[in-house]
């Protein structure tokens, strides 16, 4: 049997138009309302300001169809502890957590290095609603770090991951 992958990466922005809300997809302007059909592949949406997907105080907040990537930061202590809660949404936004039950996401926090970025912890956290908390140690306050959370486990498309969190000696990126 012979399998062919082919990838292709999607890059979206935010734009305004009067009254809606479109992204940019590869040069193209799709209405919000569209984008459930584009995740058959990989999207990646940049926000228009490269620090916000976490605030100046270490919070954030994802919706996560497969996975999504923080911005670059510092930490101010050689640990940090990470706390969030996730639950489960459907396409419309309803919470349909009890109709996965044991569903799983992960964490997976990355040094910036020169060549690649190598991994310095994971974890795996039910989106159950609880919060939770992870520490990770071994930090330096001179390397920059991120995470990417990833939706482990199967969900029909326009059901995602949803949820927030915060990061302890987050140093915001200048």
Known sequence: MMMTLLTT???????????EEYLLVNGSLVHINDLPQYTEGIIEIQP???????DSDGSFTFD???SVTSTKFQVSSTSTTINLRAHIEGPTG?????DYPNHRYQIIF?????????KIDDSYFYADGTQNSWTVSGL???DTYYFKIINTDYLPNGTTVVGSGSLTNYVHPN
């Open 48 to 54: 228009p300001n490269q620090y916000q997907r976490v």
């Open 140 to 142: 330096n306050t001179s």
């Open 94 to 98: 309803d919470d349909v957590t009890d």
């Open 110 to 118: 990355y040094k910036v290095g020169s060549i690649i970025d190598p």
């Open 9 to 19: 990466a999607a890059y979206a922005q935010s734009t305004d138009l009067p009254g």
């Open 64 to 66: 996560v169809g497969y």
